[in-house]
């Protein structure tokens, strides 16, 4: 069975950083995109980073860009995403989520739990 | 960013009721939509793919359609286990996703 488990959330105050981690079971990690996506609360999901099985291709929504850092270690079947200069708007439960490819499709088949990040002073 | 725009963004039903979910995009994405059911405190989970394909394992009381910028989720008889929040999503280019239609139980 296919699992993800994300770690790292916390209270932070605006300005600070925080680094998400995400732990792969059950699948060859690095044949697989993966992506982090953000729900503010009582929110619809919000796409923030993807990053390319191999890690050589990187992609990052306008709202976090030059701030998060998306990576992943495939010896260790790890996602993580370092988040820099939070704002109180990147308040949200973040789920990690692996991209399933359909041909010219893709969707998100798997997701984790969720970790909640609350940027406030 | 292609916006989506669901409605309703709730509704009321009763067990074998059939629910129609509509999803607009604000350009045209062909096929490219997914739908996702989100249940309280949990991840959303995938139930249909390019517009119209169900994922393995999803019952078959679910379906979806449409091309373009207009996209239809229906559930034909809805079922105690379908009250949740349903969100529609392009991958057409940045991903977005619409701000969800609640289920809820009349």
């Known amino acids: 069975e296919v699992q993800l488990l994300e770690s790292g959330g916390g209270l932070v105050q605006p300005g600070g950083s925080l680094r998400l981690s995400c732990a792969a079971s059950?699948?060859?990690?690095?044949?697989?995109?993966m992506a982090w996506v953000r729900q503010p609360p009582g929110k619809g999901p919000e796409w923030v980073s993807g990053?390319?099985?191999?890690?050589?291709?990187?992609y990052y929504a306008d709202s976090v860009k030059g701030r998060f850092t998306i990576s992943r270690d495939n010896s260790k079947n790890m996602l993580y995403m370092q988040m820099n200069s939070l704002r109180v708007e990147d308040t949200a439960v973040y789920y990690c989520?692996?991209?399933?490819?359909?041909?010219?499709?893709?969707?998100?088949?798997?997701w984790g739990q969720g970790t909640m990040v609350t940027v406030s002073s | 960013d292609i916006q989506m725009t669901q409605s309703p963004s709730s509704l009321s039903a009763s067990v074998g009721d059939r629910v129609t979910i509509t999803c607009r995009a604000s350009?045209?994405?062909?096929?490219?939509l997914n739908w996702y059911q989100q249940k309280p405190g949990k991840a959303p989970q995938l139930l249909i793919y390019?517009?119209?394909s169900l994922k393995g394992g999803v019952p078959s009381r679910f379906s979806g359609s449409g091309s373009g910028t207009d996209f239809t989720l229906t559930i034909s008889s809805l079922q105690p286990e379908d009250f949740a929040t349903y969100y529609c999503?392009?991958?057409?280019?940045?991903?977005?996703f619409g701000e969800g239609t609640k289920v809820e139980i009349k």
């Open positions: 989520a692996k991209y399933h490819g359909l041909g010219s499709y893709d969707a998100f088949d798997i």
């Open positions: 990053i390319s099985g191999d890690a050589t291709r990187t």
């Open positions: 350009q045209n994405i062909i096929t490219y």
């Open positions: 390019a517009a119209s």
């Open positions: 999503q392009q991958t057409y280019s940045v991903r977005t």
């Open positions: 059950g699948l060859t990690f690095s044949n697989y995109a």
